[in-house]
Structure formats: C-alpha cells, structure tokens
Nanobody, 128 residues
Framework: QVHLVESGGGSVQSGGSLRLSCSAS????????MGWFRQSPQKPLEGVAA????????YYPDSVKGRFTISEDNAKNAVYLQMNNLNPEDTAMYYC?????????????????????WGQGTQVTVSS
C-alpha cells in the first residue's frame, strides 16, 4: 500500500521559515514527479513546487518563486519544501502528492488531476 506522510508544519510569524518533509512508502517514485500543493479555506488546491525524483528538475509557480525551494532524497523516496519569507497568505494546509510521469512540468500539468497519490496534509499558519 502506498503512503505519503508529511511533517514539519506549524505556526510561524511573518518573515519566518519552515521546512516540510514528505516520505513515501510502498512505491518508488524515482523518475516521477512529486509535488506540494496547498489549500486555504474557500480556495482551490494550488500547486507550489514540484520535483522529478532523480532528475533534478523542479518547477515553481510565480507566486512562490524565490521563496520556496523543493529538494529530494531519491534514495529515501522523500521530498522537502523549504519555505522562506513566509507571509499570512501562505497559511494553508500543505499536501504532498506524487505520480505525474511526464518528462517535464508546466502549469497545465501541475494540477491535482495529474497526481494520483496524496498525503494527509500538514498545517502551516503564518501570523502577521
């Protein structure tokens, strides 16, 4: 059975940093994309970072470029999200997702539809 388990969420003040972790078990995602999505109340799921395991390819939407960094440990089947300079608009439940197998990532693929495995989420709260 495939599981994704997130950790590292919490509360931080505006301008602070957090590092999220996601560990996958039951399946190797080497060569496939894993990513982070977030959802705040009354907003749809939004992709914030994606990485191709073992490929060093990453993708970020403009909303987080320069502040968020995704990294991987292919041997551990894990990905990490370093979030810097957080602001209250970053407050959301953050979900790890996996499964997109395309050769490259772009906005039209970075949607929940293309990721078939999801974690339970970890809450990030940024106060002003």
């Amino acid at each position: 059975q495939v599981h994704l388990v997130e950790s590292g969420g919490g509360s931080v003040q505006s301008g602070g940093s957090l590092r999220l972790s996601c560990s996958a078990s039951g399946y190797s995602y080497s060569g496939k994309w894993m990513g982070w999505f977030r959802q705040s109340p009354q907003k749809p799921l939004e992709g914030v970072a994606a990485i191709k395991l073992g490929g060093n390819d990453t993708y970020y939407p403009d909303s987080v470029k320069g502040r968020f960094t995704i990294s991987e440990d292919n041997a551990k089947n894990a990905v990490y999200l370093q979030m810097n300079n957080l602001n209250p608009e970053d407050t959301a439940m953050y979900y790890c997702a996996a499964g997109f197998s395309g050769p490259y990532m772009e906005a039209r693929f970075f949607t929940p539809t293309f990721f078939n495995t999801w974690g339970q989420g970890t809450q990030v709260t940024v106060s002003s």
